[in-house]
């Protein structure tokens, strides 16, 4: 019975298709008129670069406001994405199969010859679909892929809201339900506001846009995501003082590093002579950071991250293995992408990337691996 009632929850509604549709309406129109900073891209190798408008934590305070509006004047209901979890989740998995076909057929037909539109087809279709066929294609004007990721992002914190409203609904929004939402949110916030250091990352400069990304920013990203804020409405966890300051420790440090090693490589992409950790950089080939948290271990941001995710994790105790889907994913994850521009930076680089190596030969893990 139980398992027919799910089957019968993912077949999506009108109302949540329209729920949908008004969001990533939203999205696009305030994406393109909002107010936001300018930021040139990477250098792609035709030697163009792509502008993004930063303006995603605009885009999120103000749906969030206007939110708010709707549900005081009772226009909607906090807890709507949370009821509607299950259909929302079919719906945008639909919307991304079929995104991904278009941008496919879109992407054969290409004739541009420059390095964001140029079309990548092996001619094995589930390959070129899954990876997709062009870098950073465009609709109407704006970016997918920058749009996609932050339509994820926003998602993820949108349902984690609703279901908060949903655990205060029930009484159920204790110790444990707060740090995990307060960890999120900072999370989210913190991602929107450095929002342009975005630009310089894997995703945006070295993938193409295919069934592979889209799915992970639309659906990936938001549903499992919150898969602790799920958990956390049917299960009781009642943290102890000791337990919720040691979480609170694995955030920070997880942030401190995160956040740091992905600013000092932005900020000395944008100037290699600017200071890290108030020393003058160590470079290595004019092109390659070995100062900072880039001369402790290679990708240390990817620690910050798996200390972060372990830290959403955490509020819900260790009865269950379900809430550490999201730190056990992004390990895999992560330890595949860095294998992945390993093999790049080894190849874009040669004998400078061999030289940071042998400079600094931990990989992710300082002293470990
Ligand atoms: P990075 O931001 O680490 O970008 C990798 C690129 O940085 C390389 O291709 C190279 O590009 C450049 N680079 C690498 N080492 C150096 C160095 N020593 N000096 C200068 N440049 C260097 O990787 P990602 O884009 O994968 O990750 C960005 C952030 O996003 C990370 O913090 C990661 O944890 C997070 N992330 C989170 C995910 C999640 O699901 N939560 C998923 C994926 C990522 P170039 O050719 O420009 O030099």
Redesign the pocket.
Known sequence: MEVEAILAGLIPSWSSVVLLSCYLGYLAVAGSVLPGKIVPG?LLSDGSRLHYRCNGLASLLLLVALLEIGIYMKLMSAVVIADKGLELLSATFIFSLFVSLVLYAAGLKSRSQSSSLKPHVTGDFIHDWWFGVQLNPHFLGIDLKFFFVRAGMMGWLLINLSLLAKNYEAGTANLSVILYQLFCTLYVLDYFFYEEFMT???????EKLGFMLVFGDLVF?PFT?SIQGWWLLKNKVELTKVAAVANCLVFLVGYRV?RG??KQ?HI??KDPKAPIWGKAPKVIGG????SGY?GIA??C??L???LL?LSFSLPCGISSAIPYFYPTY?LI??IW?ERR?EA??SQ??KEIWAE?CQL?PWRILPYVY
């Open positions: 990477a310089s990352t894997w995703d945006i400069i070295a990203i995501f995160f090693a992905n490589k000395f992409k092109k390659l950071l070995a880039w290679r990708h941001n990817y910050g991250d798996l995710a992004l994850l992560l992408r521009d790049r930076c874009k680089y940071y600094v």
